[in-house]
């Protein structure tokens, strides 16, 4: 089992920052790819991001690709979520996810975070 728990979601005007942080404790964190997704009202989880298990691999859905990044730090068993121009449409709940191969299937994660709440002001 990997337990996962995110935090820094908020609300923040359009072209704003937020960094969310996803904390993760059970099994070998390094193990596994750590991936991001979102949720809008009324509208599927969507892939935003995911990394591999070194750090030395990352990729993104085009609609945040130049604007956010995703970092890890294995010593401290968690990943991050750095977002930039920040946009009304980015509005969502983000999750953080954990998964054994890297993917953008939501349904190919194992293990998932409650989710934060991001709002992006017009």
């Known amino acids: 089992q990997v337990q996962l728990v995110e935090s820094g979601g908020g609300l923040v005007q359009a072209g704003g920052s937020l960094r969310l942080s996803c904390a993760a404790s059970g099994r070998t964190f390094s193990n596994y790819v750590m991936g991001w997704f979102r949720q809008a009202p009324g509208k599927e989880r969507e892939f935003v991001t995911a990394?591999?298990?070194?750090?030395?691999?990352?990729y993104y859905a085009d609609s945040v690709k130049g604007r956010f990044t995703i970092s890890r730090d294995n010593a401290k068993n968690t990943v991050y979520l750095q977002m930039n121009s920040l946009k009304p449409e980015d509005t969502a709940v983000y999750y953080c996810?954990?998964?054994?191969?890297?993917?953008?299937?939501?349904?190919?994660?194992?293990?998932w975070g409650q989710g934060t709440q991001v709002t992006v002001s017009s």
């Open positions: 996810a954990a998964t054994k191969v890297l993917v953008v299937v939501p349904g190919r994660y194992d293990y």
């Open positions: 990394i591999s298990r070194s750090g030395s691999s990352t």
